[in-house]
């Protein structure tokens, strides 16, 4: 089994890298991506099935905030909802034709991807009612 290894933290994807190859005798090549930047994704996908096939994607790229909405910078909370659930779309995207048309393979979305695809049809409303509770407190 040849394996991608993609995270932002390039360290602990040598780590983890080096584990999985004694453990499991496996070629595990690392690449550092940070999916927030535009572009990003495909870029990831360029890299990582050069000169390979991908059998298989674990889609289970995500990351969460803690604090009041208010407090929380704008910037961090789009790259959020780019991570959380733009980029494991594009890379979901980007996988099935050539998973497809292998007949082998497939997208084992994680735990980010299903919430951001159960929760990403109610942002809307739930933000709006939440600005709005924010913005009648602040009188």
Do not use: C, Y
């Not at 080096?18 to 940070?34: S, Y």
């Amino acid at each position: 089994m040849k394996l991608v290894l993609t995270a932002r933290n390039e360290a602990r994807l040598h780590e983890v890298a080096q584990r999985l190859r004694a453990e499991f005798q496996t070629e595990a090549v690392v690449i550092r991506q940070d999916l927030t930047a535009e572009g990003a994704p495909a870029q990831l996908w360029d890299l990582a099935s050069e000169n390979r096939h991908i059998h298989l994607l674990i889609n289970n790229a995500g990351f969460g905030l803690r604090g009041h909405f208010h407090e929380l910078s704008r910037e961090r909370q789009s790259a959020m909802v780019r991570v959380n659930a733009v980029a494991l779309m594009e890379l979901a995207h980007l996988a099935v034709p050539p998973i497809r048309d292998s007949n082998d393979g497939g997208i084992i979305p994680g735990l980010p991807n299903r919430l951001a695809a159960t929760l990403s049809p109610l942002l809307p409303r739930s933000l709006t009612t939440r600005l709005a509770g924010l913005i009648s407190r602040r009188h």
